[in-house]
């Protein structure tokens, strides 16, 4: 039966290009490094060097041979390092709860620092809407979110948290919806075009439990995401709140206008929080993600 030592020296020899070459690498003697090539070549009934030259050269079949031998260690070593990565208590999942209306800018850093530092945890991004980043984290789904919140939500739900960063949402429509408006002279105006509402993923308790920014008597159509939403407010299909983030491209091209009212401000600003459970049982990625987050909020050092 062929041997992963036989495989590893196998590869030293190509690799370095001499038996002496690789009993350097492998701190092994030449006649051992010469002992575990010919086992193998009695393991596999061939042989697997060209030996008439100054330099060792693999034969046809050797090439295959290597080429193969390099797919197993790889999967021996990445097996190794999985063994590691749970020996050492570390996630085999971890989910996020992340809000739709959070910037992508904010988190991706983090996140990226995570995958290089823990590649064998997966991690799930739970995408949420309002009170659903709330939801998730209280009933475990997720180890912790980040959304737009005021900081008296995550306080009554007696979560620890941190601020990230901001977000200003706009209400904007096409430039055909806007032209169909004509004056606005107030917000009740409004009632009679459609209004695109993101629903609420979560269970609106609270001060969720009611529609933030609907008026009573509002014309309204519901999507699942925020994507679906600027999708129909481009097509013209109504009007609506979005990050300034996810339009500001449509904006500079035309495509969404924001609303104007002379007497009352549509748009407003929110923080992005990142937050947990107060007594959260988090392992070592979880953590580093805490970590993370906290860093963004203290700010560059």
Do not use: C
Not at 224 to 240: E, F, M, N
Not at 270 to 286: M, N
Request: hydrophobic content about 45%; overall charge neutral; charged content about 25%.
């Amino acid at each position: 039966m062929v041997k992963l030592d036989q495989l590893r020296v196998l590869r030293a020899v190509v690799e370095t290009g001499s038996v002496k070459a690789a009993s350097e690498r492998l701190h092994r003697t030449q006649p051992a490094v010469s002992q575990a090539l010919k086992a193998l070549e009695v393991q596999t009934g061939t042989e697997l060097f060209d030996r008439s030259g100054y330099r060792l050269e693999l034969t046809k079949i050797g090439r295959r041979v290597y080429l193969q031998s390099l797919r197993v260690l790889a999967e021996v070593d990445d097996l190794a390092q999985l063994v590691r990565h749970f020996e050492e208590g570390r996630e085999e999942t971890i989910a996020l709860a992340i809000d739709a209306g959070t910037d992508p800018d904010l988190v991706t850093p983090v996140l990226g620092r995570i995958q290089t530092a823990f590649p064998e945890t997966r991690v799930v991004l739970r995408a949420e809407v309002l009170s659903g980043a709330i939801d998730a984290v209280k009933s475990g789904r997720a180890a912790l979110a980040v959304a737009p919140m005021l900081p008296v939500m995550l306080e009554e739900e007696g979560f620890e948290h941190r601020p990230i960063g901001r977000v200003i949402m706009r209400n904007v429509a096409a430039p055909a919806l806007i032209a169909a408006m004509g004056t606005l002279g107030r917000l009740s105006e409004l009632r009679r075009f459609t209004q695109v509402i993101a629903q609420d993923s979560g269970q609106a308790a609270g001060l969720f439990d009611r529609e933030i920014g609907v008026q009573k008597g509002q014309r309204r159509w519901y999507v699942a995401d925020l994507h679906s939403k600027r999708a129909l407010l481009v097509a013209g299909l109504g009007w609506g709140r979005l990050p300034e983030h996810m339009i500001a491209g449509d904006l500079e091209r035309g495509a969404l206008q924001e609303i104007a009212l002379p007497h009352t401000h549509l748009p407003f600003e929110a923080g992005v929080y990142a937050f947990r459970q107060a007594r959260p049982v988090t392992g070592p990625v979880a953590a580093a993600i805490w970590n993370g987050f906290a860093q963004l909020a203290e700010g560059p050092s």
